[in-house]
């Protein structure tokens, strides 16, 4: 039968999965796991506030939600001292990769970003028919000043940063990251990724320069706020490269229950704060957990823990595969070197109990 | 301060909002409408089995959906008799819409529409870069024959159907649809967009041909099953054509609320069926109503009725003023000769109560 006559993108694509979710794999081994800290969540959950607002509005959802976002734009613009129109909400920060990369992305244009860094960015890139270059990670961290040189070099449209670091956990004090932007090409726009800022060092962080037109800061109620099943983030930048999203975006693509779930979070910083203590106090322990095994713990500004196996990837896929047969799902970065590590998100005590208990096992298994 | 350097498709869009939302008319009106029955949303909300879903689902919201959304997938699959690979979970219509373009539009390409059809469609053709041809209606209906002469006459690779239709509420017997289909040119794919499909009879409806590589059909949760707020629909179509979705869709963007509130209102058919009732009792009232003033109903398969005014734009326009004056959220088409009428959505009784005191008022006024 006739077909579809794809776009030249399209025919050009190969078909793609940028992350197999924990559903697909507990279906393919025919039961749950026990443990889910792989996908970087917080176990911890949303705040009681968020939980509660989300109950109340649930009657509600016949209502579609405001296409303005308005309420949460302006509690959001608030929180960080920026002006509404400098604030556009996303379907997480993968929705708003998707849309920053459909404005300036058309084919022959070059991107930047780091070889292991956040796949779905890359996948964002090829659906907008853009051409990546990867820069080698440098002592586990992103070659921040590989990414300029390439940059310039490559005459880049885009440059892709995550600050703190996934997979590896880690980070650049912000003042580089200014220093890097002081000196981007001006044809550059810089996507800084920073959906782990709620657990980093102040040092991490640094002032949002809201008439920057060459910036974009993404943020995310995915992570420290228990929210990732809501689908739901914003990302900052200069007020005419926001109203640009308005071109592209899903209007009415915010769900209304995520708008006001979110705007209840925003509003529980205390929670904020004692969920923060948790997973720094899990990460510690699964650090601890990695070492009396032999694991080298990365430092994390982040509610994961890098832990290097120390040998290649294929053993530090045969201890995370030793864990999801022992019901505990985590990860592990793509790409060498950074897949000497395996990769294990904050978790309950009891989640962390069952890690204790199954590594040791593991490390026995694979080294016989 | 250097601009971002954009595409040429977002160079040359301009700046848009597809439809203000009432949250929007509200802020400049300053105050709350007491009827809201312009959106086309159900009133009567979602089954209590839904609402009870998200409330469950609540505290989980820390983890991600699944994104390959098997479990509803599977459950709209066996709803509809065909493969699970035959269905793709989309961010309501528009989400949908938005994302079939983009496997298929790119600049260049021409895509036919009805002129007065549902403008998001026409806003995803212009972010891909589309030529769009919009075919004028014919007795308020889409004029199916001209769409098809148009896709042959301009080697269209999309043509877009709505049925039943918004903004007029009419409807096409499926099989005349179905001798469409069979008369396609081979290079053009047919949305068929049937987000009111629940309320219209049987005949407007026809089979679904999963096996077919030429037609989407996209349904929603967002009408008759009173969950706009949600943003869930999906897309059924060839395997191979909705395998082409997994290449740029946000396989994380899907609601982990929002994927176990439909599996809800899809196992409650008794309530929908129950809604459907509702909602059709309540256009009944419309239509009298309309016609007590002196208004003519058109015949409706939707959850809303046009009312023809019996004159221009501009008195139909001064209609609708009088309502949103006295808080009656309704809206209207854009384009002549459909906007001598005004779109009233299926209200609660007190919303048409409200109608029924407001109307007259509002016919003296215009009339003096």
């Not at 005459?155 to 981007?184: F, H, Q």
Request: include cysteine.
């Amino acid at each position: 039968m006739p077909q579809p006559h794809y776009t030249q993108i399209i025919r050009e694509l190969p078909s793609s999965v940028p992350f197999v979710g924990p559903e697909a794999q507990e279906r393919a081994r025919g039961g749950p796991f026990r443990a889910r800290i792989g996908a970087n969540e917080s176990v911890f959950g949303p705040s009681p506030r968020t939980v509660e607002a989300i109950r109340a509005a649930a009657p509600d959802v016949w209502k579609y939600g405001d296409p303005d976002n308005y309420d949460l734009r302006q509690a959001i613009a608030d929180f960080h001292g920026v002006g509404r129109d400098n604030v556009v909400i996303i379907e997480g920060i993968d929705g708003g990769l998707g849309l920053a990369n459909r404005l300036v992305v058309e084919p022959g244009v070059n991107v930047i970003t780091s070889d292991g860094a956040y796949p779905t960015f890359n996948f964002h890139v090829a659906a907008c028919g853009g051409t990546l270059t990867k820069v080698p990670y440098r002592d586990d961290r992103q070659d921040i000043g590989g990414v300029l040189d390439h940059a310039r070099n490559n005459n880049a449209r885009v440059a892709y940063l995550t600050n703190p670091d996934n997979p590896m956990g880690g980070w650049w004090p912000g003042k580089d990251i200014e220093n890097l932007i002081s000196a981007l090409p001006d044809d550059t726009l810089l996507l800084v990724d920073e959906a782990y800022i709620d657990t980093a060092p102040a040092e991490a962080n640094f002032p949002i320069d809201a008439s920057n037109p060459q910036v974009l800061r993404f943020r995310t109620f995915s992570k420290a706020y228990g929210m990732a099943g809501a689908r739901i983030g914003y990302c900052i930048g200069e007020a005419g490269v926001i109203t640009n999203f308005d071109k592209i975006r899903n209007h009415y693509g915010i769900s209304r229950l995520s708008q006001i779930a979110a705007q209840a979070a925003l509003e529980d910083q205390d929670y904020l704060r004692a969920t923060v203590e948790r997973i720094s106090a899990a990460c510690r322990r699964i650090a601890d957990i990695g070492r009396a095994n032999g694991l080298e713990p990365l430092p994390t500004a982040t509610n994961f823990v890098a832990l290097d196996c120390g040998r290649d990837g294929a053993y530090a896929k045969a201890i995370m595969e030793g864990l999801l047969a022992r019901d505990i799902f985590v990860r592990m970065p793509g790409v060498a070197p950074l897949n000497r590590c395996i990769r294990i998100s904050a978790g309950t005590d009891q989640d962390l109990d069952l890690l204790e208990a199954a590594l040791p096992e593991v490390m026995r298994a694979v080294s016989a």
